[in-house]
């Protein structure tokens, strides 16, 4: 049995964990508004880049040769993965749901006999699969969302990535990432970025637009800038799903400290009334004894 020291001890510990999971609540609720705001807002821009990309490639009337970012190298056999995790933990079973599903992609590719290849953002999904897929790794980019996530690191994300696709480092590209739905509900989610994704729909294909300059000089500047524009949102998303996931992983961590305190000082006072009654026993025996 602790004595009531230790448990003084641990009463205060636990006092200290909460101020500190307490704070982290606060920051964390704090950098979620403005997180939430920033990935809503950028939603419309890029499924409305998307639905240009799809209305130009649907006007084509050429194709472009292979290997090309629009049509792809005409094969599956490599796939890269681009995972998208956090720098730093505390934030419940954010990290572990990307790891979690990325291995179960990786399974389903491997399985129907492809290769896999990964670039990582974020240190969690880095450290926990780069020993597992050493060999497989391209890069891994940390601090990318420190303090904010700048379109110009993007950017050269967007140069590497293309780079290793015109070296035929791989075929097509996912984007593996966290959708931010509400403070307390994330989906891990994976859309492919190279080769384009035809995603309209029947009455889209029937629209004839006129273009100039030519479909193909359109496509060829505007798709690089498409694929740095889904990383962006795709980050901003899981930066947004990273303060929700950790706001409410310390408001639980500090209702489990608060219930631990109340144990404790139930369990000190009990002992401390247990001590005390047994030093009472104690001096009325002895008196008795005289």
């Known amino acids: 049995m602790p004595s009531l020291k230790d448990l003084r001890n641990r009463i205060s510990s636990v006092k200290s964990t909460k101020k500190i999971t307490s704070a982290m609540k606060m920051v964390a609720?704090?950098?979620?508004?403005k997180a939430q705001d920033i990935a809503i807002?950028?939603?419309?821009?890029?499924?409305?880049?998307?639905?240009?990309?799809?209305?130009?490639?649907?006007?084509?009337?050429?194709?472009?040769?292979?290997?090309?970012l629009i049509s792809g190298t005409g094969k599956n056999d490599t796939t890269l993965l681009i995972v998208c995790s956090?720098?730093?933990?505390?934030?419940?079973?954010?990290?572990?749901?990307?790891?979690?599903?990325?291995?179960?992609?990786?399974?389903?590719?491997?399985k129907n006999g492809g290769k896999v290849s990964f670039m990582f953002i974020?240190?969690?999904?880095?450290?926990?699969?780069?020993k597992e897929f050493k060999n497989d790794t391209l890069d891994i980019f940390s601090?990318?969302?420190?303090p904010t996530i700048d379109f110009k690191l993007v950017q050269k994300i967007r140069d590497k990535l293309i780079q290793y696709f015109n070296e035929n480092y791989f075929d097509r590209c996912f984007l593996i990432y966290t959708k931010f739905k509400s403070a307390i509900s994330q989906e891990v989610v994976k859309t492919q970025i190279i080769p384009l994704k035809n995603e309209s729909d029947s009455s889209d294909e029937k629209r004839s637009y006129d273009?100039?300059?030519?479909?193909?000089e359109i496509l060829q500047e505007i798709v690089p800038n498409n694929i740095a524009t889904q990383i962006f949102t795709g980050l901003l998303e899981s930066l947004a799903s990273e303060h929700g996931a950790r706001m409410t992983a310390m408001d639980n961590a500090t209702r489990n400290a608060n219930d631990k305190i109340d144990d404790l000082t139930m369990f000190y006072?009990?002992?401390?009334?247990?001590?005390?009654?047994?030093?009472?026993?104690?001096?009325?025996?002895?008196?008795?004894?005289?």
């Open 29 to 33: 609720a704090a950098k979620l508004k």
């Open 41 to 68: 807002d950028a939603r419309p821009y890029t499924e409305r880049m998307k639905s240009i990309i799809e209305s130009l490639k649907n006007n084509l009337l050429t194709e472009f040769p292979t290997p090309s």
């Open 86 to 110: 956090a720098d730093r933990g505390l934030c419940g079973g954010f990290n572990s749901s990307v790891i979690k599903y990325s291995k179960k992609v990786v399974k389903k590719i491997t």
């Open 122 to 130: 974020g240190k969690k999904a880095g450290n926990a699969m780069k």
């Open 143 to 146: 601090e990318v969302a420190n």
């Open 211 to 216: 273009f100039e300059p030519s479909e193909e």
């Open 269 to 290: 006072n009990r002992s401390r009334q247990a001590v005390i009654t047994k030093e009472l026993i104690e001096i009325i025996s002895g008196a008795e004894a005289i």
